[in-house]
């Protein structure tokens, strides 16, 4: 069996910004937090620009892009302003992503399939700008098979139902959504397609998923910069690192 491909570790950074923003001015930078990231072994930096700009905001995107040596990814809707904002900065990546103003966080996938007339606009544009574009989708093979269709290079899984059932110590149902997660890693690195993964990842749930062998990136935020307040952001994601390393490799970290 072929190795399987290494896996990277994205930061997303949005909390920082909601810190920040809490009370208007510069502290905490999200900046700082993404070169911290970068010096703890982050392979890449994450962050969502909300249409209603609650963390991130357009000034931290145009710092993060001039300061960053690592590449960015960047969260977006399917909206023209979006599109124009990353066609405008250039990230490495953008994922889009379904955005409701009245959610608290990225509640579900994108509807790759029903949403293809829409979504086909943005995945061309982005392509065509070569940025690499990833569509945040439910781990259903028919979700797969439309951002296949679409012609977008990478998925992102929505590990959030998988998280939620951990959280709940549901047993059988971290066993039916890891199930999910599996088979479609599997089908969609089949069907040609870069598999990522991430939402609501923690020390706990996160080894699990990193062992899915077709998993080429997990993009963790929250829990990251909750944990940096207790033991500092470089501490939490060395540990997060370590615990990927360790679920991706057990042998070769065993005998370390
Ligand atoms: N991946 C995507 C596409 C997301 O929208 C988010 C949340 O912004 C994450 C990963 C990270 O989720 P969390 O902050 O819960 O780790």
Known sequence: ???????????????????????GGDVPDPVRAALIAEHAGADGITAHLREDRRHITDSDISRLMSELTLPLNLEMAATDEMLSIALRHQPHAACIVPERREERTTEGGLDAAAGHNHLQRFVSELGGANIRVSLFIEPDRSQLDAAKRLGAPVVELH?????????????AGVEH?????????AYGASIGL?????????????????AIPELAELNIGHFLVGEAIFVGLQASVLRMRALMDEARHPMSTAAQ
Not at 11 to 16: E, L, R
Not at 177 to 185: G, I, P, Q, S, Y
């Open 1 to 23: 069996m072929s190795e399987p491909p290494a896996l990277r570790l994205g930061v997303n950074i949005d909390h920082v910004a909601t810190v920040r923003n809490a009370r």
């Open 159 to 171: 590990t959030g139902a998988y998280c939620d059932a951990a959280i709940a110590g549901d047993g």
């Open 177 to 185: 959504h890891l199930r999910r997660l599996t088979d479609a890693a």
């Open 194 to 210: 870069e598999v990522h993964a991430g939402h609501g990842l923690t020390y706990d749930s996160v080894k699990p998923v990193a």
